[in-house]
C-alpha cells in the first residue's frame, strides 16, 4: 500500500461528486470522470434552456392571457420536477461510487482505470441496473408524471369559468378540497357517492368472491360428472367482453320489455304462487338499479375466481380430507378448517385486488344505465361510484377539472390507505421464507 493511497479520502471524493465526475478524476478514473463531466454538461444546458423556464411558469402558470397557456406550463413544470429527481438520484448514485471508490484505492484494492477496465466493471456489476433502470425512467414518465400532474391540478382553479390560455389558472391551495365539506351540492354528492361506492364495493366484490368460491367448490366435488363442461359454462361470461354484457344487461333489466319482468320474474312466480313481483323498475328506482349493478357485476366477476379456486382446490392435499373424515369432521368442518385457510393462504391478495378493482369499476356503472337514475347533486347520478362521477366531472358542459383532480387523489388515498392495511394483515409483501 503507497503512503498516496493511505492519504486518500473518501469523503472528498465524495463531495467533489457533487459536480459529476470530479469525485472520479480524483480517483484516477479518467474515462469515467470524463464521461460523467459530459453528463453534467447536460445537466446544465437542459437546467438553463429548459429547466428554470419550466420552473417559472409552474410556480406562475403564466402572466398573460392568450400568450401563455397555464395547463402547458403546469405540465411542463411536473416533467422538469421528474427530470430534477432523475438528476438527484444520478448524482447520489455517483457520489457513492466514488466514496467506495476511494474506500477500495485506500485499502489497496484494485479499481477500474482505463475505458476497458470501466466497461468491463459495468457489465460484471452492474448489468441488472442496465436492464432495470429504463423500466424505471418508463414507470417515472408514465405513472409518476400524470399523477403528479393531477396532484397540481387539484390546487388550482382549473374549471369552465378558468380554460387556457383564454384564462390563466391560478393556485388556490386547499380550497377544492374545502368545497368538498363545505358547499352543501358537493358535501352532499360526495358524501353520498361516497357511500354508494364503499357498499358497490363491499356487496358487488364479495358476491362474485362467494359465487367463484362456491361455484369452484361443487364443481370439483367426486360425484360431479361433466366437469369439463360445466368449466367451459362457467368461463363464457369471462369469455365475452364485459362491453357487450353490460350493453345486453342493460336491455335485460328494461322496465317495460326486458327479459327478467317479462320472462324470469313470471317464470319465478309460477314455483312461487304467493309472490307477485311485478314490474319491478330496474332503470327508473335507484335502489333497484343498485341491485341490478350488484347482481350483473356478481355475473360478470365470478369465473376470474372460480379459476383460480379451482386451482387450488386440486392442489389441497387428499389426505387432508381423509384425516378430517377419520376424525369424523363435518362437511362444514372441512371447509371452515381445511379448505376455506388453504384458500386465502393463497387467494387472499388476489380477493382484495378484486375490491380495489370495483372501488373503481368504471365500464359497468356508465354503461348500464349513465350512472342513473336521478341526481343526488353536483353532478352526479344515483348510481355513479367516485370515478364515473370524475368522469361527470370533467365531461359535463360546466366541467370542474380542479374538482376532479380532488376528488381523484382522495380516492387514492382511500385505495392505497386501505390496500396496504389488508395486504400487510395478510402478509401479501412477505416474500421470505418462513
Known sequence: ???????????????????????????GQKAKGLMLLGVFALEMIEILTFGIPAIQGLITLGTTPVVDHSLFLLIKGSMQLIIFIVMAFIH?????????TAHSIRDGFKVPITAKETLNSIYENGFPYLLTIPAYLAMAFAIVFPVMV??????????????????????????????IVKLSTFRKA????????????????????????????????????????????????????AFISIMSFGNFFNDSIGAMNMQVLPFIEKFIPFVDFGLIPWKTDPFWTKVAVIM???WLGF?????????????????????????????????????????????????????????????????????????????AG?????????????????????????????????????????????????????
Open 1 to 27: 500500500m503507497t503512503n498516496d493511497s493511505q492519504h486518500h479520502s473518501p469523503k472528498k471524493a465524495m463531495w467533489l461528486s457533487l459536480i459529476l465526475g470530479l469525485g472520479q478524476l480524483y480517483n
Open 296 to 298: 350483473v357485476q356478481g
Open 190 to 241: 360526495f358524501s353520498s357517492v361516497l357511500t354508494w361506492t364503499l357498499i358497490w364495493t363491499m356487496l358487488a366484490s364479495t358476491l362474485q368472491i362467494v359465487i367463484g368460491v362456491a361455484t369452484a367448490i361443487i364443481a370439483n366435488q367426486p360425484f360431479i360428472k361433466f366437469k369439463r363442461i360445466f368449466g367451459v359454462i362457467f368461463l363464457l361470461p369471462w369469455a365475452v367482453p
Open 92 to 100: 447520489v448514485a455517483t457520489m457513492r461510487d466514488a466514496y467506495q
Open 303 to 379: 369465473p376470474y375466481v372460480y379459476i383460480l379456486v379451482s386451482g387450488i382446490l386440486q392442489s389441497i392435499p387428499a389426505d387432508l380430507y381423509e384425516a378430517a373424515i377419520i376424525d369424523g369432521a363435518t362437511a362444514w368442518q372441512k371447509f371452515w378448517k381445511i379448505t376455506l385457510p388453504m384458500i386465502l393462504a393463497v387467494a387472499a391478495p388476489t380477493f382484495i385486488s378484486q375490491y380495489t378493482f370495483n372501488f373503481n369499476n368504471f365500464s359497468i356503472i356508465y354503461l348500464f344505465n349513465n350512472g342513473g337514475p336521478g341526481s343526488v347533486g353536483g353532478g
Open 150 to 179: 393531477t396532484l397540481f391540478i387539484a390546487f388550482t382553479n382549473y374549471d369552465f369559468k378558468h380554460i387556457p390560455p383564454q384564462r390563466l389558472l391560478d393556485w388556490i391551495g386547499f380550497k377544492n378540497f374545502i368545497n
Open 382 to 434: 344515483a348510481t355513479d361510484i367516485l370515478i364515473s362521477w370524475i368522469y361527470k366531472l370533467t365531461t359535463q358542459t360546466s366541467p370542474q377539472f380542479s374538482m376532479a383532480s380532488a376528488v381523484t387523489l382522495i380516492i387514492s388515498l382511500i385505495v392505497i390507505s386501505v390496500s396496504l392495511v389488508t395486504f400487510k394483515k395478510f402478509n401479501a409483501f412477505n416474500m421470505e421464507d418462513r
